[in-house]
């Protein structure tokens, strides 16, 4: 059994958020890319997608989903594919309540920082505010502050990007100058 295994099997076993999530009952959670040069870090399981459907950026009958379409449009600038690069979330079980979120974080934090040092990217994206909240230790006001800006962390490069779900005014647009920040970076 690897380390990351080992990680999943601590997940699974895990009771640290008790009734406030659903487990997540894939069998890892990493979804592991190409190379680990680049890692994507999300908030937690899609509800209608990893979660259900076992498949990364994908609904139960392996339709892309809407994020998962505006995510793509992005790495096209980087000329990368989201089905080929490491993803992982920050929170590893479902949250049954949003506000549920930060304890769920805390809670999560260790293992995601464990799963980092296996992976050891180069850059980091995090998907909206949640995760790069996580990661820069809750260390600002507003998430428009930090977004779009790079953060050495334990050696990686961060760089928060607004979510990419369709719902978002800033999902596409706004992240359009953050890659091409990050074509220059990797």
Same mark, same amino acid.
């Given at each position: 059994m690897n380390e990351l295994e080992k990680i999943d099997k601590q997940v699974?076993?895990?009771?640290?958020c008790g009734e406030m999530v659903e487990k997540f009952m894939n069998s890892s959670t990493v979804y592991l890319g190409e190379d680990n040069d680049l890692v994507i870090i999300g908030e937690a399981p899609a509800n209608n997608g990893w979660? !259900?459907? +076992?498949?990364?950026?994908k609904d139960i009958n392996? !339709?892309?989903?809407?994020?998962?379409v505006v995510l793509q449009k992005l790495f096209d600038i980087i000329n990368r594919d989201i089905f080929k690069?490491?993803?992982l979330e920050a929170v590893k079980c479902y949250p049954l309540e949003r506000k549920n979120l930060k304890?769920?974080?805390k809670n999560c !934090? +260790?293992?995601?920082m464990k799963q980092l040092s296996i992976l050891k990217p180069k850059v980091i994206i995090t998907l909206g505010e949640a995760p790069t909240r996580i990661l820069l230790n809750g260390d600002f006001k507003k998430f428009g502050d930090v977004v779009g800006n790079i953060y050495e962390i334990?050696?990686?490069k961060v760089i928060p990007i607004y979510h990419p779900s369709p719902v978002s005014p800033m999902s596409y647009k706004g992240n359009v100058p953050i890659f091409e920040k990050i074509k220059?970076?990797?």
């Open positions: 699974h076993n895990c009771s640290s979660r !259900k459907s +076992h498949m990364l950026w392996g !339709k892309v989903l809407p994020s998962g690069t490491t993803f304890v769920c974080s !934090k +260790h293992i995601m334990d050696d990686y220059d970076l990797i």
